[in-house]
């Protein structure tokens, strides 16, 4: 019987080791992905962090388990104990930073143009921050996180490489960073040149400072409108519903585990107690026997 919780609690940690290593290479593979989620890398940390800690635990509980060590499954418990609560934290905190805020749809527009007066909370506060935002504007710029947008066709009568017409681009789904930091937002009414590009033309008295903030300069595009970092958050939300998402499922096959292996690890300090009292019976009862 003691041998039997024993096993379950290395094989079920086994298990959670194997599970550990998927986990482990997704936010290793994640961050290793190069494009505009690099600026977004420290996302990637979450997941990187729960993989390392379950591996970790895992082995405790293995190795805890084989070799019977009781210190070792306290241990054990304790950590998974602190890990559950950790998850708790990091599922509620990751929900509330997260609440509000949504593209919104533009008329005879596929793709969604996000505004930052439409989040709110400690994220976007953080995410405004000029110290931040100029970190983070830069990376973009850097990574080129625009370039991806360019769409060519080829022109049929020539046969030259031109961009996609006006109409065309219209039709597009555009992720919210390309939204908000590629082009300027569409109520300014600059005329379409091509994804990045944008014929200013006559002075527009729109009552958006992004409409000034955006600029040709390839460097420049819309990297320091609000519009860039309402999308910014946009992806936060996306991908951070998605983390919250993986850590609700790796939480509850860890409070599973977690009680299994309280229960077994509370039947094997009974059955200690019984064999430690066993024992002394029988030492007792030696020396009678070996007096004469
Ligand atoms: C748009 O045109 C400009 C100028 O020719 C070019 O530098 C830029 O790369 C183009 N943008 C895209 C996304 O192709």
Known sequence: MMRGTNNLIGVINFITFLASIPILGGGI????????????????????IIGITIMVISLLGFVGAC????????????????????LIGFIVFAFAVTDSGRGQVIVNRSFLEYQLSDYSGWLKDRVS?????????????????CSGMRRTIRDPATGMIL???????????????????????????????????????????????DCNRWS???????????SCKAGLLATLKHSWRKVSIINIVILIILVFVYVVACAAFRNNKRM????????????KSRPSRFQF
Not at 136 to 142: F, G, P
Not at 216 to 226: A, G, K, R, S
């Open 67 to 86: 070799y019977r060590q009781t210190w070792l499954l306290q241990l054990y418990l304790f950590v998974m104990f602190l890990v559950i609560i950790a």
């Open 129 to 145: 921050d000029p110290k931040y935002w100029s970190k983070i504007s830069s990376c973009l710029r850097d990574v080129h996180a």
């Open 216 to 226: 040709n300069d390839q460097q420049q595009l819309c990297y320091h409108c609000d």
């Open 163 to 209: 961009s996609e017409s006006a109409d065309m681009f219209s039709q597009r789904q555009l992720s919210p960073i390309e939204s908000g930091c590629c082009k300027p937002p569409t109520s300014c009414g600059y005329v379409y040149v091509n994804e990045t590009l944008w014929n200013v033309g006559a002075q527009m008295f729109v009552n958006d400072i």
């Open 272 to 283: 200690d107690n019984d064999e430690a009292y066993g024992e002394t019976r029988m030492t």
């Open 29 to 48: 593979w994640l961050s290793s992905r190069a494009n505009s989620t690099e600026c977004l890398r420290f996302l990637q940390w979450p997941i990187i």
